[in-house]
T-cell receptor
Framework: DQQVKQNSPSLSVQEGRISILNCDYT??????FLWYKKYPAEGPTFLIS?????DKNEDGRFTVFLNKSAKHLSLHIVPSQPGDSAVYFC???????????FGGGTRLMVKP | GAGVSQSPSNKVTEKGKDVELRCDPI?????LYWYRQSLGQGLEFLIY????????KSGLPSDRFSAERTGGSVSTLTIQRTQQEDSAVYLC????????????FGPGTRLTVT
């Protein structure tokens, strides 16, 4: 039973355009959500997070939106750059300090 | 500063052999986690250590898997009698404290069981 799902395994975007990565979850007890970025042969790198008390968090080119009623979050990258090409994982937690539940990842390819 | 380090980076072993994977967390981080990523899959939680508390082993897939954390720092994940389905990338992460959501990952150990 996957509690966190990323339904798009891959996404291709032109440089300069917006990338939108989506994530759905089923566990209403999740209260914190994170996005990680992963390059090949490296560990995931924390990108941005959002608490369930917010519906938006912005950091430079990256914005995460949370829709609690729909149990949906999305990561917007604008403008997209070729260096953003990586696998992006959505993760959720229902208890600070405990394990993260990850989605299956979306491979983003930004074309020059 | 130094990040999370893991060794070895790659390990090839024969089915039935035991393997040990090592993780050095970020200095000062009290929480340590092990995950694994099988081919084409997301990250799967295995075990969690917080300070001197008993570890949360709820994610370990079988009793062939065990982990320990010595002195609240370095951790070793041991897989006994390896099977081909154990082939995966094993990732270690640490966080500053139990109250910190952000986890910092090491580069992983790629385990291949032949």
């Amino acid at each position: 039973d996957q509690q966190v799902k990323q339904n798009s395994p891959s996404l291709s975007v032109q440089e300069g355009r917006i990338s939108i990565l989506n994530c759905d979850y089923t566990n209403s007890m999740f209260d914190y959500f994170l996005w990680y970025k992963k390059y090949p042969a490296e560990g995931p790198t924390f990108l941005i997070s959002i608490s369930s008390i917010k519906d938006k968090n912005e950091d430079g080119r990256f914005t995460v939106f949370l829709n609690k009623s729909a149990k949906h979050l999305s990561l917007h990258i604008v403008p997209s750059q070729p260096g953003d090409s990586a696998v992006y994982f959505c993760a959720a937690s229902n208890n600070a300090g405990n394990m993260l539940t990850f989605g299956g990842g979306t491979r983003l390819m930004v074309k020059p | 500063g130094a990040g999370v380090s893991q060794s070895p980076s790659n390990k090839v072993t024969e089915k039935g052999k035991d393997v040990e994977l090592r993780c050095d967390p970020i200095s000062g981080h009290t929480a340590l986690y092990w995950y694994r990523q099988s081919l084409g899959q997301g990250l799967e939680f295995l075990i969690y250590f917080q300070g001197n508390s008993a570890p949360d082993k709820s994610g370990l897939p079988s009793d062939r898997f065990s982990a320990e954390r010595t002195g609240g720092s370095v951790s070793t994940l041991t897989i006994q009698r390896t099977q081909q389905e154990d082939s995966a990338v094993y990732l270690c992460a640490s966080s500053f404290s139990r109250a910190s959501y952000e986890q910092y990952f090491g580069p992983g150990t790629r385990l291949t069981v032949t």
